[in-house]
C-alpha cells in the first residue's frame, strides 16, 4: 500500500503496534530457531554491528564466558585468543529477530523464549535474565556464572518448556496489563510483572513428573529473580515492533539499540538500515563505593522496551523506582512521561496508567519529532562496571545522540526525493 502522506504512513504503523498481541510459547535452545548458529562458531550481540576489536570490556567478557559455556575453549586466555583470531562470526541480535539485555551476548546452546505476535505471525527471542550478581550480561565469566548457565540450559530451560506445554499459551499483554497498574515500568521495574509470571507457572511446574528438587530449584529463581519478565517483555516489544516495521513507509522509531561503542536506531521507512551515533554514559545512582568513573558507555537491546512505550516513557507508571533510577520523585517522573508525548504519535489504550489518569502509555517515536522539538528519548537502565565481570553498579536513564536520528530523517527525505 502507498500512503499520502508520512503521517498517514505513520499512523499505520502505530494502528500495528496497538494491535501487536504477544504469546509466549515456549523456551528452547537457541539454536533450535535461529539457524545462524548451525553455521560454525557463532555469537549474537547486542546493537548495531561491531568487531570484536570495537567491543567494550564487558561485552568482551561476556563473549569469552560464551566460548567457555559453549566448549570452544577451556579458560579464559584460549578463549580470548579464539575471539581475536575472528573465528566466531558476530551477528547483532536484532538481524535475527532476537534481543539480548546489556552485551547481548548469546549462544547456540544457552535457552531462549519464543514469542509470538500473533497478529502478524512473527517471532521474536530473548535469553533469559540471569538474576543479579556475577553475570554474563555483565562481563562476568568466572565458573559460577558457567555453572548457572548450564543450570539454565539443564534444568531452567527445559521445565519451563514442559510447563508451558501443558498449558494455553500465556498472553503478555495481559500480564503488561496487570503489572502497570501495580507499579512496573518493564525496564527497571519488573517486580510486579515477574511475580504474575511465577503465579501463572507454578501450577504447571509444580504438576511436572519431573525430579522434585528440579522443581523446587527453578520456582526459588523464579521468586528470587525480580527482573525475569524483562526478558520476555524484550522478546514480546521485538515480536510487536517487527510486526509493526512490515509497514516500510514513515517515520517511527521500530528499534533502539546500543552496544557499548553506538548507539543504532531503525525506522520504518528505511526497513532493516541503521543509524547511529557515539553511545553516551549513563546518568544515575551509583552503589556504594563506585561512581561516574567506573561506569560503562550504554550498552544492550533492552531500549526496545522504551521504543514499545514502556521503560523511561512510562516513568510516571513506577514511583517506586524514580529513586533508583536518580529521576528525584513522582512530579519528575511525571515531567519525563509528558516529555515523551511530545515525540510520540499516539497512546496504546490497552496499558493504561492509573498515575496517569489511566492514560495509555505514549507510543510511535517520531524520528521527525525528536528532531524539531530537540527532546531524546529518556531510556532506562542498569549501569555496568566498565571492567568486565564486576558487574552493575548502578542504575539510571541515558538517551541516544540526537546524530543518530538526524541521519535517519535525512535518509528518508532523501529516498522520497528531497535533495539537501
Known amino acids: ?45 547486542a546493537g548495531p554491528p561491531i568487531t570484536y576489536d570495537k567491543m567494550i570490556d564487558p561485552v568482551q567478557g561476556a563473549c569469552i564466558g560464551a566460548a567457555m559455556f559453549e566448549g570452544w575453549a577451556d579458560n579464559e586466555d584460549d578463549a580470548r585468543k579464539l575471539m581475536e583470531s575472528g573465528e566466531v562470526t558476530l551477528i547483532p541480535c536484532h538481524h535475527v529477530d532476537a534481543v539480548g539485555p ?66 494455553e499459551p500465556l498472553n503478555v499483554s495481559a500480564l503488561i496489563a496487570k503489572a502497570i497498574a501495580m507499579g512496573d515500568e518493564f525496564h527497571q521495574r519488573n517486580i510486579a510483572a515477574s511475580l504474575a509470571f511465577l503465579k501463572e507457572m507454578s501450577p504447571s511446574i509444580v504438576a511436572l513428573d519431573i525430579d522434585q528438587k528440579d522443581k523446587e530449584d527453578v520456582i526459588q529463581f523464579l521468586a528470587d529473580t525480580d527482573q525475569f519478565f524483562l526478558n520476555i517483555m524484550m522478546a514480546s516489544a521485538k515480536s510487536v515492533m517487527d510486526g509493526a516495521r512490515q509497514i516500510q513507509e514513515g517515520t517511527i522509531v521500530t528499534a533502539m539499540c546500543r552496544n557499548g561503542y553506538e548507539f543504532g536506531i531503525r525506522i520504518a521507512g528505511m526497513g532493516d538500515e541503521w543509524f547511529t551515533g557515539p553511545v553516551n554514559t549513563p ?22 522496551t522504551e ?3 514502556v521503560g523511561g516513557f512510562a516513568m510516571i507508571a513506577a514511583p517506586a523506582v524514580t529513586r533508583f533510577v536518580g529521576t528525584g520523585g513522582f512530579f519528575d517522573a511525571l515531567h519525563t512521561s509528558e516529555d515523551m508525548t511530545e515525540i510520540t504519535t499516539a497512546s496504546n ?5 492509573p498515575t496517569w489518569d489511566f492514560r ?20 532506562n537502565t542498569g549501569i555496568a ?15 541516544p545522540p540526537m546524530e543518530a536520528f538526524e541521519k535517519a530523517v535525512l535518509a528518508y527525505a532523501k529516498k522520497l526525493g528531497f535533495e539537501e
Open 102 to 167: 546489556m552485551g547481548g551476548i548469546t549462544s547456540a546452546h544457552m535457552p531462549v523464549v519464543v514469542v509470538e505476535n500473533r497478529t502478524d505471525g512473527n517471532r521474536a527471542y530473548c535469553t533469559m535474565n540471569e538474576g543479579i550478581g556475577a553475570v554474563l550480561r555483565f562481563g562476568a565469566n568466572g565458573p559460577e556464572v558457567i555453572d548457572r548457565l548450564r543450570w539454565m540450559r539443564d534444568v531452567l530451560g527445559p521445565v519451563l518448556s514442559k510447563a508451558l506445554q501443558t498449558r
Open 283 to 304: 546518568h544515575g545512582l551509583y552503589f556504594s563505593g563506585f561512581s561516574e568513573d567506573d561506569a560503562s558507555p550504554d550498552m544492550g537491546d533492552s531500549a526496545i
Open 385 to 399: 562496571n566498565k571492567k568486565a565481570g564486576l558487574g552493575q553498579i548502578g542504575a539510571g536513564t541515558v538517551n
Open 360 to 379: 495509555g502509555i505514549s507510543i510511535g517515536i517520531d524520528a521527525r519529532k525528536v528532531v524539531e522539538t530537540g527532546i531524546l528519548p529518556v531510556i
Open 1 to 45: 500500500m502507498v500512503y499520502k502522506s508520512i503521517d498517514e504512513a505513520n499512523q499505520a504503523v502505530v494502528s500495528k503496534i496497538i494491535a501487536g498481541s504477544p504469546f509466549l510459547l515456549d523456551v528452547v535452545p537457541a539454536i533450535d530457531v535461529i539457524d545462524e548458529f548451525k553455521h560454525g562458531k557463532v555469537l549474537l550481540h
Open 349 to 353: 489504550p490497552n496499558f493504561p496508567i
Open 307 to 309: 521504543t514499545f512505550g
